[in-house]
């Protein structure tokens, strides 16, 4: 079973924890065939070690590596390639399923984030997440990433 596995935008944005198992992938290919039978297609890491591409390529999913430090938050250049991978996965069908270690703080600012991309207020993001996904966003840096995304798109904040 994927570790906290959970549809932020059913059926387009989902996010978890760590795939394989804490231990390395023992786990990998059950995970992997688990996340294709709930409709992912499309896979970002934002763990330190990626996971091996033949294995999400035999599952015909495309995959994202953006290594995050643990309890940091990402660059907005990380933000804008992780939005730019969610659409362009959506636009072609392929549902995402973003994780880090525990699927709370990495994943959650990446969720928040891709709520920002689509209207809603850096605040209302946040809510919308920790609703969901409770526990999600876990440091001020990384709150404070998702309100400078908004910024960057022109929102008030």
């Not at 091996?52 to 290594?67: C, I, T």
């Not at 996965?89 to 928040?112: I, K, N």
């Not at 997440?129 to 309100?147: I, K, W």
Request: charge should be negative; glycine fraction near 10%.
């Amino acid at each position: 079973m994927v570790f906290n596995f959970g549809w932020l935008l059913e059926g387009r944005l989902a996010g978890a924890g760590q795939i394989g198992g804490w231990e390395g992938d023992e786990r990998l290919e059950d995970d992997l065939d688990l996340l294709a039978a709930q409709g992912v297609r499309a896979i970002v890491s934002l763990t330190a070690n990626a996971l091996p591409a033949g294995e999400v390529a035999a599952r015909d999913m495309a995959y994202l590596h953006l290594p995050i430090q643990d309890m940091q938050s990402p660059s907005l250049g990380d933000i804008r390639a992780f939005v730019q991978f969610v659409d362009e996965a959506v636009e072609q069908g392929r549902p995402v399923m973003v994780h880090c270690s525990a699927g709370l703080g990495r994943t959650g600012t990446m969720l928040a984030s891709y709520l920002v991309r689509m209207g809603s207020s850096a605040a209302d993001a946040l809510t919308q997440v920790r609703n969901l996904r409770p526990g999600s966003v876990e440091t001020a840096a990384q709150e404070r990433a998702v309100y400078e995304y908004a910024v960057h798109l022109g929102q008030l904040t």
